[in-house]
């Protein structure tokens, strides 16, 4: 089975705090995503990797980063949170069929 | 602009009964077209999905219906359950990267 973990369940930061969400899985796939999740908008692309250190634009990308220097690992960066960015926050891995989803991570900017 | 338009955002179905859910898409170059289910707590999963060159695909009590002319599609879920409550996502994808538009979702709850 593909595991998609993610470094954190709940996440509670601050203003102006730098934030890191880490996305881990094991299958070897070539591209991962972040999306974000919103009661009423669904599921909203972030940003995508297709392959190490290489990294494209989704629809909402305002705000935030994204690292990856392994291809197994694939970091979502805030670099300055802001209570508009409070969220669930979904990484996801894929194969031609099917997009494998972690837990996700519920942040939580005060 | 909302590539894939989901209708309803909510749905309250009796046990036993049929649920609906519509999906529209404007964009002819999706060639695949997904639907996830998710669990609270639980990131969504893949339930069932089609492809634009056959009108239904059935698993179990679940089939997709598609309507490439009309670029419309809808999930059933015949003999709904307590178990089936969850949100349902229809999702679109196409082009490069294996890059999925979704839907907004439709949370379903099936109430014995």
């Not at chain 1, 299958?27 to 009661?39: G, L, S, V």
């Not at chain 2, 989901?6 to 749905?11: F, G, N």
């Not at chain 2, 046990?15 to 997904?34: L, R, W």
Request: glycine residues 8%.
């Amino acid at each position: 089975d593909v595991k998609v973990t993610q470094s954190s369940r709940y996440l509670v930061k601050r203003t102006g705090e730098k934030v890191f969400l880490e996305c881990v899985q094991d299958m070897d796939h070539e591209n991962m995503f972040w999306y974000r999740q919103d009661p009423g908008l669904g599921l909203r692309l972030i940003y995508f990797s297709y392959d190490v250190k290489m990294k494209e634009k989704g629809d909402i990308p305002e705000g935030y980063s994204v690292s990856r220097e392994k291809k197994e690992r694939f970091s979502l960066i805030l670099e300055s949170a802001s209570t508009n960015q409070t969220s669930m926050y979904l990484c996801a891995t894929t194969t031609e069929a099917e997009q494998f989803f972690g837990p996700g991570t519920r942040l939580t900017v005060l | 602009q909302q590539q894939v338009k989901q209708s309803p955002q909510s749905l309250i179905v009796q046990k036993g009964g049929i649920s609906i859910i519509n999906c529209a898409y404007e964009n002819t170059a999706f060639d695949y077209f997904p639907w996830y289910q998710q669990f609270p707590g639980k990131g969504p999963a893949l339930l069932i999905a089609i492809r634009p060159d056959v009108s239904e695909k059935k698993e179990g009590r679940f089939t997709i219906s598609f309507n490439k002319s009309a670029k419309q599609f809808s999930l059933h879920i015949m003999d709904s359950q307590p178990g089936d409550s969850a949100t349902y996502f229809c999702a679109a994808q196409g082009g490069g990267y294996q890059k999925v538009t979704f839907g907004i979702g439709t949370k379903l709850q099936v109430i014995p």
